[in-house]
């Protein structure tokens, strides 16, 4: 099946400092989105990006299908962005239409 | 709008027990509804996925089972839980068409000592 690799598995930052977090997958996809785990565990869809560029206040994202690989970039960082971020990804050769979740990548914003 | 509800919020059983965690949506019609499974420190595993009532499509052979007696409404359920069996619990729905965004229930924390 289909692989998803995210990096890095963790990352540390000031408040206000900016980052890129990069998701790679093995296999073209028909659907790519990323989620934000607050610490409770609550998932946040954050973006529905298969391909193309999206941008939403601080966040945006960028999907390179062609190479396989989709960036979350989080500008002028706060304490509440820490968590767990979430690649998940359809296939186009996978049977179904289920998301298949990379590890994440775990934010720790300090003030 | 579309509303998802999951219970319990938590839940501690004991080994050999049974299981039964519901899942409902509110707002929408003929949603597909996914269990997933998430240990701790770990990302998410997909357990059962449905497309439709009565129809359950099982990525993991396990100690656990899936059913949706109504359109929505999707329930995972264990006739004897194993320890393996804890962890985090999350239901999920989305609508088949141009944007499949996924949305997460607020999962339940299951603790099998």
């Known amino acids: 099946g289909i692989q998803v690799e995210q990096s890095p598995p963790d990352l540390i930052l000031q408040e206000g400092a900016n980052s890129t977090l990069r998701c790679n997958f093995s296999?073209?996809?028909?659907?790519l989105q990323w989620f934000h785990q607050n610490p409770w565990g609550q998932l946040i869809n954050l973006f529905y990006i298969p391909s193309g560029t999206k941008q939403n206040g601080r966040l945006s994202a960028t999907t390179v299908a062609t190479e396989r690989y989709s960036l979350l970039y989080i500008s002028s960082s706060q304490t509440t962005d820490s968590g767990v971020y979430f690649c998940?990804?359809?296939?186009?050769?996978?049977?179904?239409?289920?998301?298949?979740f990379g590890k994440g990548t775990t934010l720790s914003v300090s003030s | 709008s579309q509303t998802i509800h999951q219970w319990p919020a938590t839940l501690v059983q004991p080994v050999g027990s049974p299981l039964s965690l519901e899942c409902t949506v509110e707002?929408?019609?003929?949603?597909?509804l996914y269990w997933y499974r998430q240990a701790a420190g770990r990302g998410l595993q997909l357990l059962f996925y449905?497309?439709?009532?009565?129809?359950i499509s099982s990525e993991v052979p396990q100690n656990l089972s899936a059913s949706r007696p109504q359109d929505r409404q999707f329930i995972l359920s264990s006739k004897k839980l194993l320890l393996s069996d804890s962890g985090f619990y999350l239901c999920?729905?989305?609508?088949?068409?141009?944007?499949?965004?996924?949305?997460f229930g607020s999962g339940t924390q299951l603790s099998v000592l």
């Open positions: 998940a990804v359809v296939s186009w050769n996978q049977a179904g239409t289920a998301l298949i």
């Open positions: 999920a729905w989305s609508i088949t068409g141009i944007n499949e965004k996924l949305f």
């Open positions: 707002g929408t019609s003929n949603p597909n």
């Open positions: 449905s497309v439709g009532i009565g129809q």
């Open positions: 296999d073209s996809v028909n659907n």
